[in-house]
């Protein structure tokens, strides 16, 4: 079940708590993922837990849903790529600036599936979807729009069957490390291998075949579904 509780999740650029649903956080960190990067908070949601938004935020932070990055000290690249991010995994995003809102500049988002949404957010949510860029001024979006528009937020599998052998590999080495004096993965310095040792690699050796076969199957099991 999705999970609206709103939490306090760290302290914004300005001092101010960052609020948000638990629903919103985990979404955030999908978003990071795939960005590689995880740019400045300069407002979270619901801003009446602070005293009220900033007046230009016209009270669309005051509940769920809404978002302001920094993107001053973003690359034109990076903030290319927080749009289409955004809006790739089912949120309205758009930069604002004197000449888009007469605002400083920021990226302001809406995710729309997240609850409650105070009345101007669900507005530009739905002008977002009718391709407007959420001003008062209604005009046309002018940010990438994804091809079909993306409304809910993609179902991501938590772990893929790659990453899952993978991590067996993984294990395997470390546990490899911490039994041998003597790492396979990574032999420390001044690490003398005793016949012992050198025997024990064997079993070992077996185990990261096994763990690759076992990749290798889940990259096979993919390919065909
Ligand atoms: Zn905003």
Redesign the pocket.
Known sequence: MTDFTVSRYGTDSGGRAIWMTAYMHDWLQGVYTDLGFAPTI??GAFMTRNGG??S??AG??DRGG???FRIWDLSATQQDKLIRVLREHGAAAWR?DQRHGGMDP?????LGTDSPLAAGAAAQWRQYRLGFDGLASNGPDYEWRPSPLVLTPPVEADVTPEQQAAAVVGRMVRRDQSGLGCGVAAPRRGCRMKRADELSILPSVGMIALGVALLLLARALRAGA
Do not use: T
């Not at 920021?106 to 809406?110: A, K, N, R, S, Y």
């Open positions: 300069v407002q938004g900033a230009a935020s669309y932070h809404c978002i302001d604002r920021h990226c302001h988002i809406v």
